[in-house]
T-cell receptor, first 116, second 114 residues
Framework: DQQVKQNSPSLSVQEGRISILNCDYT??????FLWYKKYPAEGPTFLIS?????DKNEDGRFTVFLNKSAKHLSLHIVPSQPGDSAVYFC???????????????FGKGTKLSVKP | DTEVTQTPKHLVMGMTNKKSLKCEQH?????MYWYKQKAKKPPELMFV???????INESVPSRFSPECPNSSLLNLHLHALQPEDSALYLC?????????????FGSGTRLTVV
């Protein structure tokens, strides 16, 4: 049973518009969430994270929103650029107290295509 | 078998020791990764192997030496580590580096350098 779900395998957006990537989770013990970005032939690289004590974290063009009651998070990219075209993975972990204590559970990814 | 298995789960080593972390998968994945995760920080990519060849080294110090003896195994050899190298070391695999799906992480090795 998937604990982290990215139900949209792909998303196509026009350059300059907003990209919204969604992620749902089922495990209420998750308290740390991350987004990773992956280009073809490269390993996933960390993009942005959010702790469960927050509902929003912003870093430049990237903003992650967390809705704990709905067990849902989303990544917003504004404005989208062609260089943002990649696969985006949502991941979750039960960090607990004192740091990382559990496995990082990844969703299956959403392929974002930003068209010029 | 849909898991990535990492051994040992916990390791304590001195700064003069030589030890190895092991990672194994039997999903037929041809890409394998090492990540390092410090407390309350996201995992950071260290190495990527594609078809048993090192394709990415993210400027990792030479005291960390990866090895991919075959398509199912990935090792990380450790020598002369520093206390600040204490972290959770995660292994991951995927069918290929270009794949969209099937990206699987192991549960990690918690390393303490004393």
């Amino acid at each position: 049973d998937q604990q982290v779900k990215q139900n949209s395998p792909s998303l196509s957006v026009q350059e300059g518009r907003i990209s919204i990537l969604n992620c749902d989770y089922t495990n209420s013990m998750f308290d740390y969430f991350l987004w990773y970005k992956k280009y073809p032939a490269e390993g996933p690289t960390f993009l942005i994270s959010i702790s469960s004590i927050k509902d929003k974290n912003e870093d430049g063009r990237f903003t992650v929103f967390l809705n704990k009651s709905a067990k849902h998070l989303s990544l917003h990219i504004v404005p989208s650029q062609p260089g943002d075209s990649a696969v985006y993975f949502c991941a979750a972990s039960a960090m607990g107290n004192g740091g990382s204590q559990g496995n990082l559970i990844f969703g299956k990814g959403t392929k974002l295509s930003v068209k010029p | 078998d849909t898991e990535v298995t990492q051994t040992p789960k916990h390791l304590v080593m001195g700064m003069t020791n030589k030890k190895s972390l092991k990672c194994e998968q039997h999903m037929g994945h041809r890409a394998m990764y090492w990540y390092k995760q410090k407390a309350k920080k996201p995992p950071e990519l260290m190495f990527v192997y594609s078809y048993e060849k090192l394709s990415i080294n993210e400027s990792v110090p030479s005291r960390f030496s990866p090895e991919c003896p075959n398509s199912s195994l990935l090792n990380l050899h450790l020598h002369a580590l520093q206390p600040e190298d204490s972290a959770l070391y995660l292994c991951a695999s995927s069918p290929q580096t270009v794949t969209n799906y099937g990206y699987t992480f192991g549960s990690g090795t918690r390393l303490t350098v004393v």
